[in-house]
T-cell receptor, first 115, second 117 residues
């Protein structure tokens, strides 16, 4: 089963609105990363948040991490049509201090932003 | 600086054949990992290499193998292809993560689309 579970599976909004995606995971982690994937393309790294951090910002992105609830959220403010993509959370599991490149992904949230 | 480069981008193979995919990591990155993405299973970790050594391996059959060269470039090979191997294969690179680090950003390439017919 997937370590990370995104919610919702699909989200449809209008340009200018905010989009919030949630991710839950099951075991202790070193860090959590969010990625964006445009249709048929590779993954673009958005932001990394470490297990000892609670919130991070990058431009229009805000990520929170609640390790007690094993959950994270990604907020995209003032969304644009170009934000239309799939968004994935990926966890770096705590295993002997490092997991050697292994990220465990959720199934992703498909975000559609209508002009 | 250049990102992660994967070749070929698209290829079609016949069942039973084998395929080799190539990945050039970001300059200075020594860790290379591979992932398979399918509609049914999502993104799954295949293996990770560092300094020509496989350090981590996912739950895939032995038909899936890889290697890393001294310049950090990596290849993965799939032998005796099956229809279910049709997928997007993604390569990723990162700086080495030390034992005490909390992880490094992992950067992905555009992927290689493999279709098995």
């Amino acid at each position: 089963s997937q370590q990370g579970e995104e919610d919702p599976q699909a989200l449809s909004i209008q340009e200018g609105e905010n989009a919030t995606m949630n991710c839950s995971y099951k075991t202790s982690i070193n860090n959590l990363q969010w990625y964006r994937q445009n249709s048929g393309r590779g993954l673009v790294h958005l932001i990394l948040i470490r297990s000892n951090e609670r919130e991070k910002h990058s431009g229009r992105l805000r990520v929170t991490l609640d390790t007690s609830k094993k959950s994270s959220s990604l907020l995209i403010t003032a969304s644009r049509a170009a934000d239309t993509a799939s968004y994935f959370c990926a966890t770096d599991l705590r295993a002997g201090g490092t997991s050697y490149g292994k990220l465990t992904f959720g199934q992703g949230t498909i975000l559609t932003v209508h002009p | 600086k250049a990102g992660v480069t994967q070749t070929p981008r698209y290829l079609i193979k016949t069942r039973g054949q084998q395929v080799t995919l190539s990945c050039s990591p970001i300059s200075g990155h020594r860790s290379v990992s591979w992932y398979q993405q399918t509609p049914g299973q999502g993104l799954q970790f295949l293996f990770e290499y560092f300094s020509e050594t496989q350090r981590n391996k996912g739950n895939f059959p032995g038909r899936f193998s890889g290697r890393q060269f001294s310049n950090s470039r990596s290849e993965m090979n799939v032998s005796t292809l099956e229809l279910g191997d049709s997928a997007l294969y993604l390569c990723a690179s990162s700086l080495e993560a030390s034992f005490l680090s909390s992880g490094n950003t992992i950067y992905f390439g555009e992927g290689s689309w493999l279709t098995v017919v």
